[in-house]
């Protein structure tokens, strides 16, 4: 069965574009979550849906961030204007059942420099 | 204070010793808890997941858990060089992850 996909695997931009990134989940999975991991902060959750409904989003940095997931098998997260402090690597996981007791299946992840 | 706090190491072990991860969270009403290795350039995968005080064994790899103490830990008997990785704790509720423990195994 296919994993997590993320696309694009890296991004280089400039500071001020927008960035969008892909992930669609595995087949089945109703928990979609976004995290972003960087040295200094480690992995950091951003927001997740459950059944396509956002759920938490208060790990989301600040208003030029927003995630979306139209149906089951589909989510974006995109900045704009993007920020040089913005540079990590963002994981995309999905789950079945509740996070508290599920595993989470990440993503090879997305790698955005902004420069 | 962080929710979920690791030594960042790194850790070093020589092969075949007993390799000590650790872990505390700050949230008492947590219910289950999760170690995810991450190799460089990786993703985390699961490992070891804990939900009641104790011990729980899985091959080399021993998670404990102390809800008193609000501690975690992961034991790796037997290390290998293969171990080499980053060691994530992580906690539930909203599956908030530690900065992780490095650790090196040198043959």
């Known amino acids: 069965d296919a994993g997590v996909i993320q696309s694009p695997r890296h991004e280089v931009t400039e500071m001020g574009q927008e960035v969008t990134l892909r992930c669609k989940p595995i087949?089945?999975?109703?928990?979609l979550f976004w995290y972003r991991q960087t040295m200094m902060r480690g992995l950091e959750l951003l927001i997740y849906?459950?059944?396509?409904?956002?759920?938490?989003d208060s790990g989301m940095p600040e208003d030029r961030f927003s995630a979306k997931m139209p149906n089951a098998s589909f989510s974006t997260l995109k900045i704009q204007p993007s920020e040089p402090r913005d540079s990590a690597v963002y994981f995309c996981?999905?789950?079945?059942?509740?996070?508290?007791?599920?595993?989470?299946?990440f993503g090879e992840g997305s790698r955005l420099t902004v420069l | 204070q962080k929710e979920v706090e690791q030594n960042s190491g790194p850790l070093s072990v020589p092969e075949g010793a007993i390799a000590s991860l650790n872990c505390t969270y700050s949230?008492?009403?947590?219910?289950?808890f999760f170690w995810y290795r991450q190799y460089s350039g990786k993703s985390p995968e699961l490992i070891m997941s804990?939900?009641?005080?104790g011990d729980k064994e899985d091959g080399r790899f021993t998670a404990q858990l102390n809800k008193a103490s609000q501690y975690v830990s992961l034991l790796i008997r037997d290390s290998q060089p293969s171990d080499s990785a980053t060691y994530l704790c992580?906690?539930?509720?909203?599956?908030?992850f530690g900065q992780g423990t490095e650790l090196s195994v040198k043959p």
């Open positions: 996981a999905s789950s079945l059942g509740t996070p508290n007791t599920g595993e989470l299946f």
């Open positions: 849906f459950n059944n396509n409904v956002p759920i938490d």
């Open positions: 804990i939900y009641s005080n």
């Open positions: 949230d008492r009403v947590s219910q289950s």
């Open positions: 992580a906690v539930s509720g909203k599956l908030i």
């Open positions: 087949s089945g999975h109703d928990y």
